[in-house]
């Protein structure tokens, strides 16, 4: 957030704020995003997905089956509540999986699974990446055609994290202890619908309004935690790069530049800019220079796999490694590199084949 705003003052200087401004905000994509980081707060505050996580996990005996479950549900969780939530949620999960039944050596590779996972598996969905929210509704793209175009690498990142479990953890024995919990019913039945509501405004079938008056005013009432729970910061980068990447557009050099670029090969750049500068960032300064949204949208979802900056959930999980393993960082970035870089070269050659 920091660095949009001061990507984002530097570029006021060249282009001095005037009414042009206003319509560098695309105020739908930041109503959405914010409807589903809240309604996801408190279904987090109630426990849901935690319970359901445990009752998933439950089911399964031994290391290798558990740890898949575990990328499994970051993985679809991605899908439906954004990869940065999904890792809020489920990271805590796999560590107290693999803490109280004696496997941390599994830890690293089962938080770069579940990293990978909430990256990848995302990308299926308009709002499973935040910025896929933003191409979806600034490119007005089709669900059927957005769905279509990131089926191929998306069900080749199932196989290859899949093939990843087998063959890094072995098969013993696991047994899962912990405390029970029990859902509130009448709350989750509300959140629920809220969330459902959320997903409605998402795929345009009513006005975005609707759900900014909605859904903060039975928050107000019944969780007032969740609204503070909201990234606000990840909101805020949102903001600040719509007037960095708006200011950039009116600069005829730069808008040479990038228009250059993007025709020779939007899915190349867009990669590369990712493991520079993240995807969300990427996708809103790239899209200003380019109408290919088809590559836009492969480039910065395949892109946020590489660098640990690649994705602002990589950092996430960065985070809750090293907090909770302290002195293993130089282990983590060593193994985080190692398998990230390999599916960005499996999934850009694949990408690329196809295009």
């Known amino acids: 957030m920091f660095v949009a705003m001061v990507a984002a003052v530097i570029t006021c200087f060249f282009i001095p704020p005037d009414k042009p401004y206003l319509d ?13 980081l809240a309604v996801v707060c408190a279904l987090k505050n109630i426990r849901f ?10 089911l399964f005996g031994n290391a290798r089956v558990c740890i898949l479950a ?10 439906l509540i954004a990869n940065d939530m999904a890792l809020l949620t489920f ?7 693999l803490s109280t039944t004696g496997k941390n050596r599994y830890m690293a590779f089962t938080f770069i699974m579940q990293n990978i996972a909430a990256n990848l598996g995302g990308m299926l969905t308009p709002f499973g990446n935040p910025q896929n929210l933003y191409l979806y509704t600034r490119f007005h793209i089709p669900t059927g055609e957005f769905m279509g175009i990131m089926a191929p690498p998306f069900v080749i990142s199932i196989a290859i994290i ?42 345009r079938l009513i006005p975005y309004w609707i759900g900014l008056v909605v859904i903060p005013a039975v928050l107000l009432f019944m969780d007032r935690k969740a609204l503070k729970m909201v ?46 500068i993240s995807n969300v960032p990427s996708a809103i300064l790239l899209s200003q220079f380019t109408e290919n949204y088809r590559e836009l949208l492969l480039g910065v ?34 193994l985080f590199s190692a398998f990230n870089f390999g599916f960005l070269l499996i999934l850009g050659l694949f990408t690329f084949l196809l295009s």
Do not use: H
């Not at 575990?70 to 899908?79: D, E, H, K």
């Not at 602002?312 to 983590?332: C, H, V």
């Open 70 to 79: 575990l990328v499994y549900i970051t993985f679809i969780g991605s899908m």
């Open 91 to 97: 990271l805590p999960l796999g560590l107290f999986v």
């Open 301 to 334: 979802n395949i892109g946020g796999v590489g660098t640990l900056i690649a994705s602002l959930a990589s950092l996430i999980t960065f985070r809750e490694y090293t907090q909770n393993n302290p002195g293993k960082t130089g282990y983590y970035v060593a």
């Open 24 to 36: 560098y905000f695309d105020l739908k994509t930041l109503t959405c995003l914010f409807c589903v």
């Open 162 to 203: 899949t093939l990843c479990c087998f063959l890094f953890v072995k098969p013993e024995p696991m047994t899962l202890t912990g405390q029970k919990y029990s859902l509130p019913w009448a709350r989750t039945v509300i959140y629920l619908a809220l969330f459902t509501l959320s997903i409605v405004i998402v795929f």
């Open 231 to 276: 990234d606000y910061p990840l909101l805020l980068t949102f903001v600040f790069f719509f007037i960095f990447s708006g200011n950039l557009a009116r600069v005829e050099a730069v808008r040479s530049f990038f228009s250059g670029l993007l025709e020779k090969s939007t899915l190349f750049f867009s990669v590369l800019s990712c493991q520079v």
């Open 49 to 58: 997905f935690y319970i359901l996580a445990q009752k998933i996990v439950e």
